[in-house]
């Protein structure tokens, strides 16, 4: 036996508020993230992200008093993003509560982020936070088509090797890679096993494979083709289409042992 | 029960400090060792690195370690079971030398060791009710090796090897995994360590 492969959920969070729809228009209000996070930790939920979207800064103070709020109800993992904009973020939301901050943008701009956070956090707080899309070969990238990563919730190019960016950012401190497909977010249908593969055996650290969950196979898939340590789920599960308790009912049908919760205590 | 939980400065007690209370204690947090010590009981959290966590230590590290082998009910969670050892391989600082050992470096290819495992517990009040175990949240890079393994009452596989998960001296109990972010199990031993520790 060994580490139990973790079905992550992810809330996109505004002002304090749980929001649907396209990140940048069409919110929809969809609820409290303390109720909902608790609600999904009692369905079974391994870990929950919370990943700010808020514009303003008043909207960045609300994270704090959420990250705290929750804090006080959630008994399992909570992962931060979005909130961090240069190292001095990291301390005040690691003491509201978060037990990890993911970073992305902020990192790009400043890897020694990465190195500071580690240092002073430990690495298993550090959480790099990759959004990468497929990109044709290009002169300098020998190794033919790959991945770029991009910045400001995938809207800004950097250039950079998506698979090397997120073994970089591992050696200046991070201690796991939340690997977001921009190709297949909101598509549904399954993550980017490729990529995942692709970074998961170039990193020494865990990867959470997200963007592209459609039902409980692509979380086989993830784990299994992937190689990915945790998959990330949000939109079928606040659309309702399914439950944690089903996705992971399914895969211990084929064989994957994640974290069972009912029974009893005992996994 | 008043229980003190104490605070390195360096991190999130929020959880832990919930989790106790939801057992029924009375918790302050404290950075003062007047305080820690005259406690009912004293819960060491997980947060932080070991040198500086050693530095919020007392200078004089026997005053510790007598509460504790005197009977000051204990509990160590991630690091703060780390500190009831000698020293780590993670950097400088003397821990509190309560269990003979050496906190070392995790040999894995996955370092951190990070996400839920399974802790196979032996017949510990700690496991009560637990069926021989749970499975445990893990984020951690080193972790505890004891000269005797007899205190070792957790035990927990990571690749290819076994790890302390939990560690029993006297009335102080250390886990490597952390029960305030393991869900309703680890709660429950959470409230076992409060219902065995009770005045």
């Not at chain 2, 406690?39 to 060491?44: E, I, M, P, T």
């Not at chain 2, 090796?145 to 302390?164: C, L, Q």
């Not at chain 2, 102080?172 to 029960?179: C, D, K, M, T």
Request: hydrophobic share 45%; charged share 25%; with cysteine.
């Amino acid at each position: 036996m060994s580490l139990h492969p973790r079905v992550v959920v992810c809330l996109d969070v505004r002002d304090g508020r749980v929001v649907k729809g396209t990140r940048f228009d069409g919110l929809r209000d969809v609820g409290d993230p303390v109720k909902l996070a608790a609600r999904y930790e009692a369905e079974g939920a391994d870990e929950i992200v919370y990943l700010d979207i808020s514009a303003s800064k008043e909207g960045r103070g609300t994270l704090l008093d959420l990250v705290r709020r929750t804090a006080e109800v959630l008994f399992v993992p909570l992962t931060v993003g979005g909130g961090v904009r240069e190292a001095a973020d990291i301390g005040p939301l690691l003491r509201a509560g978060a037990d990890k901050i993911s970073v992305n943008t902020a990192a790009v701009s400043d890897p020694s982020l990465l190195t500071e956070g580690a240092r002073r956090f430990g690495s298993q707080c550090i959480v790099i936070s990759v959004d990468a899309a497929r990109s044709p070969a290009s002169p300098g990238f020998a190794r033919g088509p790959g991945w770029r990563a991009f910045t400001h919730g995938g809207s800004v190019p950097t250039g950079l090797d998506a698979v090397e960016w997120a073994a970089e950012a591992v050696r200046r401190g991070a201690g796991e890679v939340l690997l977001t497909s921009i190709d297949r977010d909101g598509v549904r249908g399954g993550y980017d096993v490729e990529l995942t593969r692709a970074v998961a055996e170039r990193v020494p650290v865990p990867v959470v494979a997200s963007g592209g969950a459609g039902e409980a196979i692509h979380l086989r898939d993830a784990f299994v083709d992937g190689m990915a340590s945790a998959a990330l789920v949000a939109g079928i599960l606040h659309d309702g289409l399914t439950t944690v308790g089903a996705l992971k009912a399914a895969l211990t049908g084929w064989g994957i042992d994640v974290r069972r919760t009912t029974a009893g205590v005992a996994a | 029960m008043k229980v003190a939980l104490f605070d390195y400065g360096a991190g999130n007690l929020h959880s832990l400090g919930k989790a106790l209370e939801r057992g029924g204690a009375a918790v302050e947090v404290t950075s003062n060792w007047d305080r820690a010590l005259g406690a009912d009981a004293l819960v060491l959290p997980g947060v932080g690195a070991f040198s500086a966590a050693a530095e919020a230590l007392p200078a004089d590290r026997t005053r510790v370690r007598e509460a504790l082998e005197s009977g000051l009910p204990c509990l160590g969670i991630c690091l703060g079971m780390q500190l009831f050892f000698d020293g780590s391989d993670e950097g400088e600082g003397v821990g509190i030398g309560l269990i003979p050992g050496r906190v070392r470096k995790l040999d894995a290819p996955v370092v951190p060791h990070m996400g839920w495992n399974d802790v196979h517990g032996a017949a510990d009040p700690l496991f009560a009710g637990l069926g021989g175990g749970l499975a445990g949240y893990y984020a951690h890079s080193y972790n505890c090796d004891p000269d005797d393994k007899s205190v070792v009452i957790g035990w927990t596989e990571y690749a290819g090897a076994r790890i302390a998960a939990a560690v029993r001296y006297r009335r102080s109990w250390g886990v490597q995994f952390h029960p305030e972010k393991s869900s309703r199990a680890g709660l429950r031993l959470v409230a076992n360590f409060l219902e065995e520790v009770k005045p």
